[in-house]
């Protein structure tokens, strides 16, 4: 198909990209699951995205809101989207519902069926935007582009917006976190003045851009009020706005995943919540960690057969497996493909409580579990807000004082701690329990979670980091899914900085399907008549702006007339006698050590000039 693709280039234009020759059409719908009545539909076309079946891609996921379905649509043709968005929502000119369009044409040619849209829900004006750079690498329409937009920020607090996001936008790709992919991303700073300071609580909005508020006053998730607004501020931005995120005013942890990430600046929880809830998003991978609902993508694995892990390539041992092979010594003869259980690491998990209760010093709070009393050690893994000092609470298992302390300099901000005890949790009944010592921290202080897990020894389960193996999760159904490393992602702990090797691979993937490897191939005449052809690179391997201690490198081929030219190996500026007539092709092939299998050829871009005239 590749070969196919450039033929067509060669005979039809005189310069392309050949990894798509044009933008695709993009469908978005939101609708109800169960009337299928839509709500919102958009239509534009796109950016590239590579490897695009014929078919088109499609992609569904239930959104925040109870009940709603987001539905994205991307295909070559824009019959297409408009005949699936009617397929979705009924016949175009019924929809009654926000729509968004940046379509003039109708589906068919036939001028008196130009499409028209009720001008209401055509296109409503956006909010006016002040969009500045932060971080930039290249142009939008061959990047991924995050942007923050600013809620609870007035006109006044314009510079602390731009610095909070500047400073959450460095902290995940300066050093750590998306920092090899850096030079695939943009981020900007969208800023609307809003016309109150800071965010909303007790379910009330205040008014501000986006209406963003807390449900109580306890620190836990950020909602929005105005969606609408947040979709046709992104829409404006077109290529510009792959990823919104709304950033609240306020220092203290929430935030919330889904069509929108919600955020705040808080010091201690806005990079973490951001970089988790950005990897929901762009490598379209659920939780790590234990109690959420939705495992799924690179990360995660439901059946101990090695074909059925998405990191086999990943493995430290692969050889640790195959327990399946001993019952099959008899069978010499027998060819048929056993499938090979991988290794699982031992540990459960006999306690878990989402508590998010208000604590109070007339009564602790308590609740008890039961352990197997076959597990070499445990952890108390819980997560705390509205206590910045240790003499405030007392955290005990069975009567012993665990010798909690918070974080330094956490204030009354949520975090999370980990107490792990080497010895064995005897079988039987166990009892954890949180008391508030200090009164007048009363309506402030909040258990959020508490997790109890417990594990085998070295030899039934290896807790070093960067070792890749099955390592079980358990979901809020205490259903076990299976993750790669036991604490190395920021999807599991979301105060490690950085991703998994699976992860890291995947988001390799997600980006560079929509970016391509090569930005321009600039062809023109030098002033000594030679023809001339550069090349001009994503910045990346040695074209990096700064070395990210990674192994990698850039492998370029030209090609003249379909034969490749030795000479001119690996050059990004390459010079011809300027009379002469015919085709040039180059292709580009990148390779990291972040990324083993590339079954799409994703690490792979081609160019073609077809130069008919003479450079004088
Ligand atoms: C990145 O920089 C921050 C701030 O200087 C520092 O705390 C962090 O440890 C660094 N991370 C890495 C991986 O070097
Ligand atoms: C695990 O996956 C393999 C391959 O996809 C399949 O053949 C097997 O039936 C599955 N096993 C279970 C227990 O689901
Ligand atoms: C790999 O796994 C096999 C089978 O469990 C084990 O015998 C071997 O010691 C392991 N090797 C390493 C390096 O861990
Ligand atoms: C989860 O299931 C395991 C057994 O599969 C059990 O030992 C553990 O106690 C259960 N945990 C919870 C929180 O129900
Ligand atoms: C105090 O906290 C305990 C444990 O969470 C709870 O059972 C009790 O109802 C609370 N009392 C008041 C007055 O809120
Ligand atoms: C622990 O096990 C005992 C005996 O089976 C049972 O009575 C008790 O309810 C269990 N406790 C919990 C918290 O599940
Ligand atoms: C527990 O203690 C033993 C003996 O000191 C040690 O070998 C082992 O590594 C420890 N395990 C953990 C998980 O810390
Ligand atoms: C109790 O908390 C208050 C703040 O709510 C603080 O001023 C006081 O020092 C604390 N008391 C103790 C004994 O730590
Ligand atoms: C071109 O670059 C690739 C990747 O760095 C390298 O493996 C290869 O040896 C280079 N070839 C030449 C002729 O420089």
Same mark, same amino acid.
């Not at 798509?20 to 939101?30: G, S």
């Not at 994205?72 to 408009?82: C, D, G």
């Not at 009617?86 to 009654?96: F, S």
């Not at 497996?321 to 069978?331: C, I, L, N, R």
């Given at each position: ?33 169960? %009337? ?28 925040? %809101? ?11 043709? /824009? /019959? ?36 028209? &849209?009720?001008? @209401? ?67 900007? =700073? ?10 909303? *609580? ?5 008014? %501000? ?16 009020? !105005? ?8 829409? *404006? ?146 997560? &705390? ?73 070295? *030899?039934?389960?290896?807790? %070093? ?38 992860? @890291? /691979? ?62 001119? !190996? ?36 081609? =160019? =073609? ?8």
């Amino acid at each position: 198909m590749r070969g196919a693709n450039l033929l067509w280039i060669l005979l039809n234009v005189v310069l392309v990209l050949a990894d798509d020759v044009r933008r695709p059409y993009e469908l978005i719908v939101l609708r109800d699951t169960d %009337t299928l009545k839509c709500t919102h539909v958009a239509l534009r076309d796109t950016q590239l995205f590579r490897a695009l079946p014929d078919e088109g891609h499609t992609t569904s996921k239930f959104t925040e %809101t109870p009940g709603q379905e987001r539905i994205s649509f991307i295909a070559r043709e /824009e /019959e297409r989207v408009w005949a699936r968005a009617e397929a979705l929502c009924g016949d175009r000119h019924t929809w009654d519902f926000h729509t968004l369009t940046l379509l003039q044409s109708a589906s068919n040619s036939n001028e008196a069926e130009q499409i028209v &849209l009720r001008p @209401t829900y055509v296109w409503e004006d956006p909010l006016p935007l002040e969009v500045e750079p932060l971080i930039t690498s290249g142009e939008s329409d061959n990047r991924v582009d995050l942007v923050f937009f600013a809620d609870g920020y007035t006109f006044e607090e314009k510079g602390k917006f731009i610095e909070d996001a500047f400073r959450l936008a460095e902290d995940i790709s300066g050093n750590q976190t998306f920092y090899t992919v850096k030079p695939l991303l943009n981020f900007w =700073a969208a800023f609307t003045p809003s016309k109150e300071s800071g965010i909303g *609580s007790g379910g009330k909005p205040k008014d %501000t851009a986006f209406g963003l508020y807390r449900d109580g006053t306890e620190l836990r998730g950020v909602y929005y009020s !105005k969606p609408e607004v947040a979709r046709t501020a992104c829409f *404006s931005l077109g290529d510009q706005c792959d990823y919104p995120i709304l950033m609240g005013n306020d220092p203290l942890y929430g935030g919330l995943g889904g069509e929108f990430r919600v955020i705040t600046p808080s010091l201690a929880n806005g990079p973490l919540v951001l970089r988790h809830e950005l990897g929901h998003s762009i490598i379209r991978v659920g939780e790590e960690y234990d109690g959420g609902f939705a495992y799924f993508g690179v990360n995660a694995a439901h059946n101990t057969t090695l074909d059925a892990v998405p990191w086999s390539h990943w493995l430290t041992n692969s050889s640790a497996s195959a327990s399946t092979a001993h019952t099959h010594v008899h069978d010499h003869d027998d060819h048929t493909h056993v499938p090979k259980a991988a290794r699982v690491e031992r540990s459960v998990m006999p306690l878990q409580d989402y508590a998010w209760t208000m604590l109070n010093a007339s009564a602790p709070w308590s609740t008890t579990f039961n352990s197997s009393g076959t597990y070499a050690w445990h952890l108390v893994r819980f997560s &705390l807000s509205g206590l910045p000092n240790a003499p405030d609470l007392l955290v005990e298992l069975d009567g012993k004082d665990l010798g909690w302390v918070p974080r330094e300099d956490i204030g009354v901000d949520r975090w999370h701690y980990d107490i792990k005890v080497n010895k064995t949790l005897k079988g039987g009944e166990h009892e954890v329990v949180f008391t508030l010592k200090n009164k007048t921290r009363e309506g402030e202080a909040q258990l959020c979670s508490v997790e109890i897990l417990e594990f085998g020894d070295e *030899s039934e389960f290896v807790s %070093t980091p960067g070792h890749y193996s099955l390592y079980p999760t358990f979901s809020e159904k205490n259903e076990t899914s299976y993750r790669p490393t036991n604490e190395d992602c920021l999807m599991r702990i979301v105060t490690t900085p950085n991703f998994c090797k699976a992860c @890291t /691979e995947g988001l390799w993937y997600a980006l560079l399907r929509r970016v391509t490897l090569i930005d321009d191939l600039a062809v023109g005449c030098s002033p000594a008549g030679e023809r001339t052809l550069d090349l001009n690179l994503v910045p990346l391997a040695h074209l990096r702006e700064w070395p990210v201690g990674v192994e990698e490198s850039y492998e370029v081929t030209w090609a003249r007339d379909g034969i490749e030219v030795p000479e001119w !190996k690996n050059q990004t500026s390459v010079a011809d006698e300027g009379g002469a007539l015919g085709s040039y092709a180059v292709k580009v092939k990148y390779w990291t050590e972040e990324v083993r299998v590339d079954p799409d050829g994703l690490l792979e871009s081609e =160019a =073609a000039y077809v130069a008919t005239t003479r450079c004088a």
